[in-house]
């Protein structure tokens, strides 16, 4: 089975098309690949859209943490309405 290497994120993965021309995600970070298999043999992989992972890695810890604050936020402002009522 010809094996495509990821020109996104790196990750080798195999395709089970002997002869193939066309679009082919990653599946390690979702980039969108235009690939030419021949005969078995990866003639070209080009990258057409980044996989979004990677960037996302650093975007994702500023979420989780912005969200657990919040979450915290939240349910102190909750208990100061209920006492309130
Ligand atoms: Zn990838």
Do not use: R
């Not at 996989?51 to 979450?71: A, I, K, N, V």
């Not at 402002?77 to 006492?83: C, L, M, N, V, Y």
Request: with cysteine; aromatic share 10%.
């Amino acid at each position: 089975m010809p094996e495509i290497v990821c020109p996104s994120c790196g990750a080798h993965f195999k395709i089970e098309e002997m002869d193939y021309e066309g679009e082919v995600s990653c599946p390690s970070c979702k980039a969108l690949l235009h690939v030419i298999i021949s005969e078995g043999v990866v003639e070209e992989v080009d990258l057409i859209e980044e996989g979004f992972e990677e960037e996302s890695w650093l975007e994702d810890e500023d979420l989780w943490e912005t969200e657990e604050e919040e979450e915290e936020d939240w349910g102190l402002a909750e208990e100061d309405f209920w006492e309130e009522e």
